[in-house]
C-alpha cells in the first residue's frame, strides 16, 4: 500500500518540527538554519521537515513545510499528493491567527484536502483553547484540536482526528 | 546578530560581488543572502530578489541535508543548469549563502574555484562588519598566490 503524504503547515514558531518529530519513527529529516530575524527561536526550518510512522498498519509520511511567507513556494511543492494537511498555530501567539487563517485558505484552496487546525502549547496558562479558535477563524469545531507537545499521545490523538476527517468515519485502524 | 535591511546594502559586500562579476567572463548576476532567506547584498537584473534568495536558502539548505546524509558534507555548492545557463549556489560560512548566475556557454571550473574564493572574502568581511573587536579571525585562502 502506498504511504499516506500528510503535510504539516502553520506560521513561525507554531510547533511545526516539534510536532513531527515527537510522531516519527525515523530520524527526522530537518533543514534548519541559523534565525536572522527576531522570532524568538534559534532556529528556523529553511526546506521542509520528513518524519514516518506507521499507524494501525498504515504507512504515514509527515511532510513539513517552513513557516514563512517568503516560503511560499514550498507551501505548493509539499502539497503535490498530500491527501491531508494539518495547520498548526501556536494557542499563545493570537498575532499569529491572520496569518494562519491566510495559509489554511492559501492551501486548502490550491489544493482542496481534509484538513485540521491544532492549536498548540495547551499546557500553557491563558492559552487560547481550541472552542475560542474555532470561533475566531469560524470553523466547525471538529476541525480544530488542541495540541499539548508535552503529552506523547496529544499528537497520536491530532493524526487520528485527521484520518477520520479523511475516511470520515470513526479511526478503526485497518480492517 | 545579522539583519539587515534590503535598502541598505553593505556597500562593502556590493563591491566585492562588482569585482566577483568582473573576474570570471559570461557571468550575469550574483546575490548574496542570509541562510534563512533574506537577501544582504545583490547584482541582479529582472528578479524579484525576496522571493529568489528565499528560495536559493531553500535549495542550499536542503543540499547541507543530502551533503550530510550520504556522508560528502560539508556541502559546498549547489548547482542548477538550465538550458539557458546556471544558477551555482555556495555556502558561505554559517549565516550566509551566495548565488551567481551565468549564461551557459560560461565555464563552471573557473565559476566554481572564483566564487568560492570569493565566499571566503565575503565571510571575512562580514565578520568584519559584525564584530567590533579589535581581533577578527580571519579564513585563509587555500587558493591564494604566495
Known amino acids: 500500500?502506498?504511504?499516506?503524504?500528510?503535510?504539516?503547515?502553520?506560521?513561525?514558531?507554531?510547533?511545526?518540527?516539534?510536532?513531527?518529530?515527537?510522531?516519527?519513527?525515523?530520524?527526522v529529516v530537518e533543514t534548519d538554519e541559523l534565525a536572522s530575524e527576531n522570532i524568538g527561536k534559534t532556529y528556523t526550518t529553511v526546506a521542509m521537515d520528513f518524519g514516518m510512522l506507521e499507524l494501525d498498519g498504515i504507512r504515514i509520511q509527515l511532510w513539513g513545510t517552513p513557516g514563512q511567507n517568503r516560503y511560499k513556494f514550498m507551501w505548493d511543492i509539499l502539497a503535490e499528493g498530500a491527501l491531508g494537511l494539518i495547520l498548526l498555530v501556536s494557542g499563545e501567539q493570537p498575532q499569529d491567527f491572520i496569518v494562519a487563517r491566510s495559509m489554511l485558505e492559501y492551501i486548502t484552496s490550491q489544493h482542496p484536502i481534509p484538513y485540521l487546525l491544532g492549536v498548540t502549547r495547551q499546557d500553557q496558562p491563558d492559552v487560547w483553547t481550541p472552542e475560542d479558535v474555532a470561533d475566531f477563524f469560524g470553523l466547525p469545531p471538529e476541525h480544530v484540536i488542541g495540541i499539548n507537545a508535552t503529552r506523547a499521545t496529544s499528537s497520536i490523538q491530532t493524526l487520528i482526528a485527521l484520518l477520520e476527517q479523511i475516511q470520515n468515519q470513526k479511526w478503526r485502524g485497518i480492517p | 546578530m545579522t539583519n539587515y535591511e534590503l535598502k541598505d546594502q553593505p556597500l562593502e559586500i556590493q563591491n566585492i560581488l562588482e569585482l566577483l562579476l568582473l573576474s570570471v567572463p559570461k557571468l550575469t548576476g550574483a546575490l548574496l543572502a542570509t541562510t534563512d532567506g533574506l537577501p544582504i547584498a545583490y547584482k541582479l537584473e529582472r528578479l524579484d530578489v525576496e522571493q529568489i534568495s528565499a528560495m536559493i536558502s531553500t535549495n542550499v539548505g536542503l543540499g547541507k541535508r543530502i551533503a550530510a546524509s550520504r556522508g560528502i558534507d560539508p556541502m559546498q555548492a549547489v548547482i542548477v543548469q538550465g538550458a539557458g545557463g546556471y544558477l551555482c549556489m555556495y555556502s558561505v560560512g554559517d549565516r550566509h549563502v551566495l548565488a551567481v548566475e551565468a549564461t551557459q556557454d560560461a565555464s563552471l571550473g573557473i565559476i566554481h574555484i572564483t566564487a568560492q574564493r570569493f565566499a571566503l572574502k565575503i565571510t571575512n568581511q562580514l565578520l568584519n562588519l559584525n564584530t567590533t573587536l579589535g581581533t577578527l579571525a580571519v579564513f585563509e585562502d587555500p587558493w591564494a598566490v604566495s
Open chain 1, 1 to 27: 500500500m502506498k504511504p499516506l503524504k500528510l503535510l504539516i503547515s502553520g506560521p513561525v514558531g507554531a510547533g511545526k518540527t516539534t510536532f513531527i518529530q515527537s510522531l516519527s519513527e525515523i530520524p
